[in-house]
Structures are given as structure tokens and as C-alpha cells.
T-cell receptor, first 113, second 116 residues
Framework: DAKTTQPNSMESNEEEPVHLPCNHSTISGTDYIHWYRQLPSQGPEYVIHGLTSNVNNRMASLAIAEDRKSSTLILHRATLRDAAVYYCILRANYGGSQGNLIFGKGTKLSVKP | NAGVMQNPRHLVRRRGQEARLRCSPM?????VYWYRQLPEEGLKFMVYLQKENIIDESGMPKERFSAEFPKEGPSILRIQQVVRGDSAAYFC??????????????FGPGTRLTVT
């Protein structure tokens, strides 16, 4: 699975939008972009995933660059509950991969009231 | 629909004892993954199982660690003769049958193992 690069940490104010970037310049055509987050003392939680088109769900939006070498997770209005470590993960979609997630260090998001 | 369940949530063992960690996947899920998170580090994949089969154990330490997912009952991660370096949070995740590459994984709350 290709490697991703994220900032170590970011800060946001409550009720403001947050843009969490992820670079994946070596992404292959079969890689899906997944985002998970881990709240303190909890297991990771799926946030969103996409391939080429931008995606929206109740938690967040995922904006994918046209060349797919980068993506941005968008939280439209940060709340204190969104303080977590956010992981950007590439998952290959082919038989050679067993589908396990490869976690990097992620971005630690702090939300200020 | 209950989520992924893990027990115990906290486990304390003395060096040399055995640790057994249990994971009940979400109802209907047939894929189970185990991950380990050492203090202040990211999660590392350990093993991937389907019912009665180990599919990928490339992340498992060669000795003392084993995993199973029997036809009936929870998946078990077993650590024999624990050492202090085994102290970590162990997370189990499950996903639905079918394409394991695309479906999200649902994680349990983890078991925090402390070796004294």
C-alpha cells in the first residue's frame, strides 16, 4: 500500500470548518482513500472513503485532487467531540491485498472552545 | 445491532503469565482483524482471520502470539509468557463478508494489557 503524509497536528476553533490535508503522491489507480479517526482512549472509527470523486456523508466531506495525489478531509463545523487523531489510509482494491489497514502517525486535531 | 465487543477492557498480567483477549465481531461479519497500539504510537496490523482460518498473520510476532476464530464463539488473541514489552492496547476490528478491500472496518473499544 502506498504511503501517506499528514501534518502532525492541527488546531481549530469550535464551530469553524476544519480542512485536514493528506498527500499520497505514489497512489496507484486501484487505491481507495480512507479516513479513520481515533478519539482518546477509544478504538478507531471509520469516517469516509473515496476513489476519484468528492464524497459527502453525515460526518464529513472528502475532497480528492484531480490527479489523486492529495486529498482533504473537511469537517464543516468542528465540535469538541471532533478532537481526535485523524488517519488518512490508502487501501488497495485487488486480490494481492488482504485488506488490513496501515496506520501512519495521523494528524492530532485539537478543538478550542 | 451491537458493535464489536472486546473483553476484558483492562487486563493486568505478571511477566510470564498468559493473556487471552476476546473479540466478538458485529453480527453477520465474517472478517476479523487484530491490531496492536503501543504507547504513543499508531496501530499496527497483527493478524487477519475468517471463520476457522488464519488468512494473514504477517504482523504477528513469531513467538508467543497466536490467534483463532473458531466456528462458534469469539476470536481469541493469546499471548503466552507475557513480557513488559507486550503492554499495549489491542484492538479488534470486523467487516462484512464480501469485498474486504472496500468495506470499512468496525473497531472494538480495545483491551488494554498491562504487564507488571
Amino acid at each position: 500500500d502506498a504511503k501517506t503524509t499528514q501534518p502532525n497536528s492541527m488546531e481549530s476553533n469550535e464551530e469553524e470548518p476544519v480542512h485536514l490535508p493528506c498527500n499520497h503522491s505514489t497512489i496507484s489507480g486501484t487505491d481507495y482513500i480512507h479516513w479513520y479517526r481515533q478519539l482518546p482512549s477509544q478504538g478507531p472509527e471509520y469516517v469516509i472513503h473515496g476513489l476519484t470523486s468528492n464524497v459527502n456523508n453525515r460526518m464529513a466531506s472528502l475532497a480528492i485532487a484531480e490527479d489523486r495525489k492529495s486529498s482533504t478531509l473537511i469537517l464543516h463545523r468542528a465540535t469538541l467531540r471532533d478532537a481526535a487523531v485523524y488517519y488518512c489510509i490508502l487501501r488497495a482494491n485487488y486480490g494481492g491485498s488482504q485488506g488490513n489497514l496501515i496506520f501512519g502517525k495521523g494528524t492530532k486535531l485539537s478543538v478550542k472552545p | 445491532n451491537a458493535g464489536v465487543m472486546q473483553n476484558p477492557r483492562h487486563l493486568v498480567r505478571r511477566r510470564g503469565q498468559e493473556a487471552r483477549l476476546r473479540c466478538s465481531p458485529m453480527k453477520g461479519h465474517s472478517h476479523v482483524y487484530w491490531y496492536r497500539q503501543l504507547p504513543e504510537e499508531g496501530l499496527k496490523f497483527m493478524v487477519y482471520l475468517q471463520k476457522e482460518n488464519i488468512i494473514d498473520e504477517s504482523g504477528m510476532p513469531k513467538e508467543r502470539f497466536s490467534a483463532e476464530f473458531p466456528k462458534e464463539g469469539p476470536s481469541i488473541l493469546r499471548i503466552q509468557q507475557v513480557v513488559r514489552g507486550d503492554s499495549a492496547a489491542y484492538f479488534c476490528a470486523s467487516s462484512p463478508p464480501g469485498s474486504r478491500y472496500l468495506y470499512e472496518q468496525y473497531f472494538g473499544p480495545g483491551t488494554r494489557l498491562t504487564v507488571t
